[in-house]
């Protein structure tokens, strides 16, 4: 952990920081994200009495993710081989 940052939080509140602007740009779109999911979930629940809007996002999301953990185990395993030539 970079002590550097806990010992300047105010580090953290420039917005000229790049993990600032970061994690920021992260909260919007994941705000903007859920957002969208809940309006057209209500939509849905109050016209169709059903989650399948809720249910679609949720499995798209565990299918985003397991995409992204088999580059990241490619990635792992390409730098492991590349150390052990």
Known sequence: ???SIIMKPHI???PQNKIFSWYHNLVIFSRLFVEGV???TLSELIQ???FKVLTDAVNTQKE???QLQETILKYDNNIIYFMLR
């Open 64 to 66: 985003r993710k397991a």
């Open 38 to 40: 809940m309006t057209e």
């Open 12 to 14: 953290l509140l420039c």
């Open 48 to 50: 169709n009495c059903t």
């Open 1 to 3: 952990m970079n002590m």
